[in-house]
């Protein structure tokens, strides 16, 4: 059994804009490698499904074009836990990776499905949430990630990648 989701990561001019926000004592703070948007938390799957899943959201993705994300405009609550950044612009996405995974893998997280980079977690004071940051980008690819984390630290792994075509189909490169 593996954790698994279906991510987007921001690019690094995004990162750098979430490197700014202040930090207090307290929170336990994500670092960068941790920023994702996930599109779907799938939870732990057994490694057996992996091939399946990969070929369905491939099948599934095969004809989506790039979502154009805006990051902000601030922080805010999650759960009463988690300090997050909404990430406007990927509902549509989203909607295409459920419709692809829910076959394989039910749905266990809180719907309605509302995008996030989780920055910190644990004890996370509410004065925290508000604080401004904006950005935007083409979500150029989708990701299928396994989480391989472990107490000594953060490790994702990328099992598969899907590229979003460009609106004018000219370009599938990642622009940030």
């Known amino acids: 059994m593996t954790r698994l989701a279906v991510a987007i990561w921001p690019p690094p001019r995004i990162v750098a804009a979430v ?29 057996d499904l992996v091939a399946d899943l990969t070929e369905a959201l491939a099948a599934e993705l095969e004809d989506a074009e790039e979502a154009s994300c805006v990051l902000g405009p601030q922080t805010r609550m999650l759960g009463g836990q988690w300090l997050g950044i909404p990430v406007a612009g990927l509902d549509d996405l989203a909607a295409t990776v459920f419709d692809a995974t829910i076959p394989l893998v039910p749905v266990t997280h809180p719907q309605p499905f509302k995008a996030d980079i989780v920055i910190a977690r644990g004890k996370v004071p509410k004065t925290l949430a508000g604080e401004p940051v904006s950005g935007t980008w083409q979500a150029s690819a989708v990701h299928l990630v396994a989480d391989r984390s472990s107490p000594r630290g953060p490790k994702f792994e990328n099992l598969a990648e899907f590229r979003l075509s460009s609106p004018s189909h000219t370009s599938n490169r990642c622009r940030d």
């Open 19 to 47: 490197r700014e926000l202040p930090r207090p004592a307290g929170p336990a703070w994500a670092s960068p490698e941790q920023w994702m948007v996930k599109l779907r938390p799938l939870g732990h799957v057994p490694a």
